[in-house]
């Protein structure tokens, strides 16, 4: 069920239109990675030590998970995950695992659910498309100089993939942890006045990603609606 609500913030505002979908949640904006592949490492196949990482909101459970990676268009090796996320910083962690990871150009990760769903496909040295998806590159490669000891990490704050900035090659290792250039966000408390007749204020902790968008949504409420709780919200 979708339920749409136009409301006119007071003088010097914008119109609003807030987009409700189904019960609970609330969503104003497209789908966000809170999964993600957040460290590489490939170019020392011979010392043992290719290794990625995944990173994500505290608890998730990537047991039976799988990393399908691609030389090129083609199936090199796929990593079954196991593991629950730990709380590393702000309810966020990562985990990390050793694959087989190619080291020829372009190559690519693909990240699954435990359904077999495609999470995430990212690649590195060009485009890889398969099966009608095509990768996003992320814009950084390793290279003949890149040691035992560095990989390729995303770095920024945020909480989700798109939050952050992009990856960085050539940096000191931090697999099993947060990234070095790399900071979790806390969830934003935010003051809400809902009915300015009869002075109601009540408080919510607005997800990072809606502040960076500068539209925390959740703050807005239709007067036939007692109470608005969007996905990833707590009151």
């Keep these: 069920m979708s ?81 629950a996320i730990p709380d590393q910083q702000e309810g966020f962690g990562t985990l990390a695992f050793q694959g087989n990871i190619p080291s020829t150009h372009p190559s690519a990760l693909a990240l699954k659910d435990a359904a077999g769903n495609l999470v995430q496909f990212l690649s590195y040295g060009g485009v890889v498309t398969v099966g009608g998806e095509t990768s996003k590159d992320i814009g950084v490669v390793e290279s003949g100089a890149t040691t035992a000891v560095q990989s390729m990490q995303l770095h920024g704050t945020g909480q989700t993939y798109e939050d952050f900035i992009g990856w960085q090659a050539d940096l000191q290792q931090s697999f099993g942890k947060v990234n070095d250039n790399q900071a979790f966000a806390a969830d934003q408390e935010q003051d809400c006045d809902f009915d300015e007749e009869g002075g109601k204020k009540v408080t919510f902790y607005c997800p990072y990603e809606s502040i960076l968008m500068e539209h925390c949504y959740k703050c807005f409420k239709p007067p036939d609606v007692e109470v608005i709780i969007c996905d990833g919200w707590s009151e």
């Design 3 to 83: 339920l749409h609500f136009g409301l006119l913030w007071p003088v010097g505002f914008t119109a609003l239109l807030l987009l409700i979908t189904g019960v609970p949640g609330v969503s104003a904006s497209g789908p966000r990675h809170a999964t993600f592949i957040n460290e590489i490492h490939y170019t020392n196949p011979a010392s043992n030590q290719q290794v990625f990482e995944i990173a994500g909101k505290a608890g998730t459970d990537l047991q039976d998970w799988t990393v399908v990676m691609y030389e090129g268009g083609t199936v090199h090796d796929t990593v079954t995950l196991t593991g």
